[in-house]
């Protein structure tokens, strides 16, 4: 069975540009959770989706935004780019909603702002 | 607000050895997770402990819950050089995943 994926793996942006993340769960998976990981933070919830609905928000600024697709896809997009925005971006699929059930991580995305 | 430490941060182990990473939460919870992280890489699911007093182990590694004390533990045995990666808790109060800071672990020969 195919396992999360995210595209692009790489991505390099200038500040006040912004990006989009796209997020393909598991198979059958209907919830989507999207974590920020930087040295200095560690790993901080963005947000979670399930079945198109965002359940959860994490303490990120607006500029954070993201949506689910009814295939479970989901993107983030991050508006005015900031160099603190720089951080590999993981999204995490599970079955059910909330953290009780297992999630599974994808590969991440490395956005690196310039 | 939950609160996950994990200590220590950096560890730095002889091939052959033996020893404890610790994670400690300041809320109940009766559930918890083991990651694995390789340099650059996602996390890997190593361990799901659901109740107080589980332990799971798959080959050198070890995980226990004790949901009374607030605190897991994932014990190293005789370590190797490819258990070398950054190792991280990640508590279950509701949603979301809460993570500890990581335990980086370098098996030297």
Same mark, same amino acid.
């Given at each position: 069975k195919a396992g999360v994926t995210q595209t692009p793996r790489y991505l390099i942006k200038t500040r006040g540009q912004q990006v989009t993340l796209s997020c393909s769960p598991i198979s059958g998976h209907r919830s989507v959770?999207?974590?920020q990981q930087t040295p200095g933070q560690g790993l901080q919830f963005?947000?979670?989706?399930?079945?198109?609905?965002?359940?959860?928000?994490?303490?990120?600024p607006g500029r954070f935004s993201g949506r689910q697709f009814s295939n479970s896809r989901s993107e983030m997009n991050v +508006?005015? $780019?900031e160099l603190g925005d720089s951080a590999l971006y993981?999204?995490? +699929?599970? $079955?059910?909603a909330g953290a009780r059930s297992e999630q599974y991580f994808g590969p991440g995305t490395r956005l690196t702002v310039t | 607000?939950?609160?996950?430490?994990?200590?220590?941060?950096?560890?730095?182990?002889?091939?052959?050895k033996n020893y404890t990473i610790y994670c400690n939460y300041s809320t109940t919870s009766d559930r918890?997770?083991?990651?694995?992280?390789?340099?650059?890489?996602?996390?890997e699911s190593l361990f799901v402990?659901?109740?107080?007093?589980?332990?799971?182990?798959?080959?050198?590694?070890?995980?226990?819950?004790?949901?009374?004390?607030?605190l897991s533990t994932l014990h190293i045995t005789a370590a190797v050089h490819d258990l070398s990666a950054t190792y991280f808790c990640a508590v279950?109060?509701?949603?979301?995943?809460?993570?500890?800071?990581?335990?980086?672990?370098?098996?030297?020969?």
């Open positions: 959770s999207w974590y963005l947000f979670e989706y399930f079945s198109e609905t965002q359940r959860n928000k994490g303490n990120f +508006s005015t $780019l993981l999204c995490a +699929s599970s $079955l059910a | 607000e939950l609160k996950v430490e994990q200590n220590p941060l950096f560890l730095s182990m002889q091939e052959g918890l997770y083991w990651y694995r992280q390789d340099p650059g890489k996602s996390l402990l659901l109740s107080n007093g589980a332990v799971k182990q798959e080959g050198r590694l070890m995980a226990s819950l004790d949901t009374k004390a607030r279950v109060v509701g949603t979301p995943l809460v993570f500890g800071k990581g335990t980086r672990l370098s098996v030297i020969a």
